[in-house]
C-alpha cells in the first residue's frame, strides 16, 4: 500500500500547483488506505470530500512538491477530525470521591483499564483509588481485580457473594466516602454482543452512581463493530470517553477514525498492552500516521528533502573549494540565514560565535542589514550575480539605485562577498568547509 501511494505521490512531485485531477489521483489511494485501516465507508466519504475541498486549488508551497502537499492536508484533516479534548488524559475527578464508571464488550480490556487507570491515578496524581468490579456474572473476574489491586497497590472493594450490581455499586460508593478515597472505579460486566439486558444494567448503575466520567472501553483491533457499539452505549448511557485498547497490536485503528467523527466522542487513552503500565494519552498525529500507514511515507519525505539539502550543500561546496562563490551563492547563504532566525538565530547555532556576535551587535549589525543586501543582489543582472568581477562604477550606481540604497552599501557587500570567497577557498583546501558546513546543517 505505501508502494502504491508513494508512486502515486512521485507521479504528484512534477507540477506546481494541486490541479483538482492531482488531488482526486492521490484521494483515490487515500480512500484505499482509510478503508483498508476499517474505517467505516461514510466516514471514508465525509472525510475524502473535506480533503479534496481542502486541498483543490491549494497554491503548493515554495519548497515542497505538491504531493508532500497532500500528504500534509491529508495528515492535518486526519488528526483535525481525531482531536478531542485538548487535555484527552485529565480525568474528572474533583469533589471526592469522584465515580469513574467503565463500560463495554466482554473481553475488550475493562477490567485490565480500570487497573491501568487507578494506577496512573495513583502514581501520577497522588490520589486514593478504590476498584470495584461490578461482573457478577463471573467470579473469576472479580478475583482478576483483586488481584490486579494487589499488584499495583491500589484497594479493591471487598468481594461479597450474591449481591447485585447496583448493591456493589452502591456498597463502593459508601466505602469510598467513609475510606476518604478520591476516586472509586466501577468495573461493569461485559457481554459478547450489546444486548439490553447489559445496557439496562449498566444504565442502572449509572443511576446510582452518577459517575463523573463514562469510560467506554473499545477493542481496537475491532474494526467496523466497534462503532456500532460505540453508538449504542453513548445513546442508552452517555459516555465521556473512548479508551482504545490493543493498539499494540497490528491493527491499524480506523475504529478510531469512526468513532470519533460518529459519535463525536474523545478517545482519552490508548492500550498498548498487557501490563500496567502499558497506557497512554491519546495523541491524534501518532494514530493519524498509523491509520493512513503513510508514517513511511512522511518519513521517506523528510528524508528525500534531507537528501536534497545535502545534495545542495555538497555541490555548493565543490564550488567554494575551486573558488567559485559567486552573488547568487551569497543570496542564498543571507536566505538561509534569514530562515534560520537570522543573525542572532545562526550566530547561536554556530559554536565560537559568540564573541562575533557581540562585536555584531555593538556594530549594529542586525536583519535588516541582510534583507538589504539581498535586495542589493536581487537588482543585479544575471551575468553580474554569477560574476562579481564585472561590477564597474556605472554599474555599480544603476544597483544601489534598483534597490534604492547607497553604492558604500553595495561596495560592502562586494567586499564582504571578496573575503567570503577567499575564506571559502583557504577553508575547501583544509577541509574545514565540511565540517564548519555539516555544523551549520
Ligand atoms: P474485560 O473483559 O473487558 O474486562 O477485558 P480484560 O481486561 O479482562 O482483558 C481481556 C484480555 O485483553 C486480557 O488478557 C488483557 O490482558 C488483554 N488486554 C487488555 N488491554 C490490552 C492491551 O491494550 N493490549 C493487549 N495486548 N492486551 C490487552
Ligand atoms: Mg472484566
Excluded at 543570496?331 to 538565530?345: A, S, T, W, Y
Amino acid at each position: 500500500l505505501s508502494d502504491r501511494l508513494s508512486s502515486v505521490f512521485d507521479r504528484l512531485t512534477k507540477q506546481g500547483a494541486l490541479s483538482a485531477d492531482d488531488v482526486k489521483t492521490a484521494m483515490r489511494e487515500v480512500r484505499v488506505a482509510l478503508l483498508e485501516a476499517d474505517v467505516s465507508l461514510p466516514v471514508v466519504r465525509d472525510f475524502v470530500k473535506a480533503v479534496e475541498a481542502k486541498a483543490t486549488g491549494q497554491a503548493v508551497t515554495k519548497s515542497i512538491t505538491p504531493g508532500q502537499q497532500v500528504i500534509k492536508i491529508v495528515h492535518d484533516e486526519l488528526q483535525h477530525v481525531l482531536t478531542g479534548d485538548e487535555d484527552p488524559g485529565k480525568l474528572k475527578i474533583d469533589n471526592p470521591p469522584a465515580p469513574i464508571l467503565m463500560v463495554g464488550l466482554q473481553g475488550s480490556g475493562k477490567t485490565t483499564t480500570t487497573a491501568k487507570l487507578a494506577k496512573r491515578l495513583k502514581d501520577r496524581e497522588g490520589k486514593k483509588v478504590l476498584m470495584a468490579s461490578l461482573d457478577t456474572n463471573r467470579p473469576a473476574a472479580m478475583e482478576q481485580l483483586a488481584i490486579l489491586g494487589t499488584q499495583i497497590g491500589v484497594d479493591t472493594l471487598p468481594i461479597v457473594k450474591g449481591e447485585t450490581p447496583v448493591q456493589i455499586a452502591k456498597r463502593a460508593k459508601t466505602q469510598a466516602s467513609l475510606g476518604g478515597y478520591d476516586v472509586f472505579m466501577l468495573d461493569t460486566a461485559g457481554r459478547l454482543h450489546i444486548d439490553a439486558e447489559l445496557i439496562a444494567q449498566a444504565a442502572e448503575v449509572r443511576d446510582v452512581a452518577n459517575p463523573r466520567e463514562t469510560l467506554l472501553v473499545v477493542d481496537g483491533l475491532t474494526g467496523q463493530d466497534a462503532v456500532n457499539v460505540a453508538q449504542e452505549f453513548d445513546d442508552k448511557i452517555g459516555v465521556t470517553g473512548v479508551v482504545l485498547t490493543r493498539m499494540d497490536g497490528d491493527g491499524r485503528g480506523g475504529a478510531a477514525l469512526s468513532m470519533r467523527a460518529i459519535t463525536g466522542k474523545p478517545i482519552r487513552f490508548v492500550g498498548l498492552g498487557e501490563k500496567m503500565d502499558a497506557i497512554e494519552t491519546f495523541e491524534p498525529q501518532r494514530i493519524a500516521g498509523r491509520i493512513l500507514g503513510m508514517g513511511d511515507i512522511v518519513a521517506l519525505v523528510e528524508k528525500a528533502q534531507e537528501t536534497l539539502e545535502a545534495e545542495q550543500a555538497e555541490r555548493m561546496m565543490k564550488r567554494f573549494q575551486k573558488g567559485r562563490f559567486n552573488m547568487n551563492d551569497l543570496k542564498m547563504q543571507l536566505d538561509q540565514m534569514l530562515k534560520m532566525g537570522g543573525m542572532e538565530g545562526m550566530m547561536g547555532m554556530m559554536p565560537g560565535m559568540n564573541k562575533m556576535k557581540g562585536q555584531m551587535d555593538k556594530a549594529g549589525i542586525d536583519d535588516s542589514i541582510l534583507r538589504r543586501q539581498i535586495a542589493l543582489i536581487n537588482s543585479m543582472t544575471k551575468a553580474e550575480r554569477a560574476n562579481p568581477d564585472l561590477l564597474a562604477a556605472s554599474r555599480k550606481k544603476r544597483i544601489a539605485k534598483g534597490a534604492g540604497l547607497e553604492v558604500s552599501e553595495l561596495n560592502k557587500l562586494v567586499k564582504q562577498h571578496r573575503q567570503m570567497a577567499d575564506m571559502m577557498k583557504k577553508m575547501g583546501k583544509g577541509g574545514m568547509l565540511k565540517q564548519a558546513m555539516k555544523q551549520m546543517m
